[in-house]
């Protein structure tokens, strides 16, 4: 079984993690899928919008850390990176239903969403620095920006949740709903029902200020990432990882 899978929904194309058993922690593969389906999607008139959710109680564990130190992204051309460059270019709405946990990457994908949903249960995390490396996905720009310096620096750096309270308060998020998935296809509905073109360029207008400099964050971003992979501090820090886990 694919552990992302497709449907559609109406105009809407939805993208599913569908690896409940391991928290839907994103393997090197799915990097790859998510990334092909965005760029298809991007190009597909009959999509105006594209839904990220998830199978099972929580959103995604962020990397599959084994899968991770078995090929690390060090590359300009990985997945990895040609996911980050799928989102950050993705010129139709994105909407992104949250449950449960959104760690690392689950939670700074969302950044490059046009619409968030959360369920009660979420909770977000960025642990990066735990791990011995840096925030990625443009996060070092987009976080402070959302959120203000003093509190990105103080998640970043602490490596602490927050729940969905907190999440809408900062602007992480744009609603709160019990039932997160549902919520998101009704408005992913509601958007599909605009004139397309309208939605485009609206959408393009309200990144075009922030688009370049993201760009060459990410850039920056994953140049440090890729050295911290390498380095003595995110080895020991990995090791400590897997052995709390009793992987």
Not at 197 to 207: F, G, H, Q, R, V
Request: glycine residues 6%; negative net charge.
């Amino acid at each position: 079984m694919s552990e992302i899978t497709t449907s559609n929904q109406g105009q809407s194309l939805v993208l599913r993690f569908n690896r409940p058993e391991k928290m839907n922690a994103i393997t090197r593969d799915m990097y790859a899928a998510l990334a092909q389906q965005l760029n298809q999607a991007a190009e597909d008139p009959a999509i105006r919008c594209v839904v990220l959710t998830s199978e099972g109680d929580h959103f995604t564990a962020g990397n599959d850390i084994r899968d991770f130190m078995a090929n690390p992204p060090t590359e300009k051309d990985s997945v990895v990176a040609k996911f980050l460059g799928s989102l950050l270019e993705f010129p139709k709405p994105l909407l992104a239903a949250v449950k449960g946990n959104a760690i690392g990457v689950g939670t700074t994908m969302l950044l490059h969403c046009d619409v968030v949903v959360a369920a009660p249960s979420a909770n977000f995390s960025m642990p990066f620095t735990s791990l011995g490396l840096v925030p990625e996905a443009g996060s070092t720009k987009l976080f402070p920006d959302l959120v203000g310096y003093q509190r990105a620096a103080k998640i970043f750096m602490t490596g602490e949740s927050f729940g969905a309270d907190e999440a809408l308060a900062m602007g992480l998020i744009a609603e709160i709903a019990s039932d997160a998935e549902k919520a998101t296809l009704a408005i992913a509905e509601k958007i599909a029902q605009q004139p397309p073109k309208a939605i485009l360029n609206t959408k393009a207008l309200m990144k075009a200020g922030s688009h370049d400099a993201v760009s060459a964050v990410m850039l920056a971003e994953f140049q440090l990432f890729a050295l911290a992979l390498q380095s003595e501090e995110a080895a020991e820090a990995f090791m400590k990882f897997m052995s709390t886990r009793g992987k």
